[in-house]
Every structure is written in C-alpha cells, then in structure tokens.
C-alpha cells in the first residue's frame, strides 16, 4: 500500500534552515513532490523530482533556498529551506505522481502525505 510521511516540521526563528523529511513506502517509479498549503488556499507547488533523482523542478519563488533530493535507496525525499521567511509558514505535504512526470498541479497527484507544520517567526 503507497504511502507518504512527513516529517521535520517546527518553529524556526526567521533565518534559520529546517530539513523536511518524506518518507516512502510501496511506491515504485513515481515523481515525488512537495507543495505547501495555507488556510483558505490552494496547494502551491514548492519542488518535485524524478525517480531516479537526476531531475528536479522548482517554483520560482523556491529557486536559491529550497533544496529537493532523495537518498540513494529512494526511501525518502528531503526538502532542504533555508533562510526561512514568514511567508513560509504553511503545512508542507509530500505527493507522489505515478508518471513520473512531475508537474506543478496538485490535482495529477495520486498519492499525499498527511503533512508537517512549518511555522516561522519573525
């Protein structure tokens, strides 16, 4: 059975770096992504990566301090973020797309995480 486990999440002071963790399992061949949700908004596409790992896919506001990547046994995906800003703040989730073509719509996704909480203060 696929499933997708967030983890990572916290508190973190404006500046600082958190790593966000995505844990895989009875997934095989699938584009892993993360998005991140606000209240009362649709998901925002952060970052995605391909199966194998050597492609990576990034909105633009999450060029130069966001980081995807995955372990070598493609177990788990990481979102590093750095220099942490208010406008961060969201739940983070983690969703997996069977085409492996990642795409920035939530909608092509066919599994999700539960999400974690990022909460940035300022």
């Known amino acids: 059975q696929a499933q997708l486990v967030e983890s990572g999440g916290g508190l973190v002071q404006a500046g600082g770096s958190l790593r966000l963790s995505c844990a895989l399992s009875?997934?095989?061949?699938?584009?892993i992504a993360w998005f991140r949700q606000t209240p009362g908004k649709e998901r925002e596409f952060v970052a995605a990566i391909t199966w194998s790992g050597r492609d990576t896919y990034y909105a633009n506001f999450a060029k130069g301090r966001f980081t995807i990547s995955k372990n070598s046994a493609k177990t788990t995906v990481y979102l590093q973020i750095d220099n942490l800003r208010p406008e961060d703040t969201a739940v983070y989730l983690c969703a997996a797309d069977r085409t492996n073509l990642p795409s920035s719509s939530p909608r092509i996704y066919d599994y999700w995480g539960q999400g974690t909480q990022v909460t940035v203060s300022s």
């Open positions: 009875g997934l095989s061949r699938y584009a």
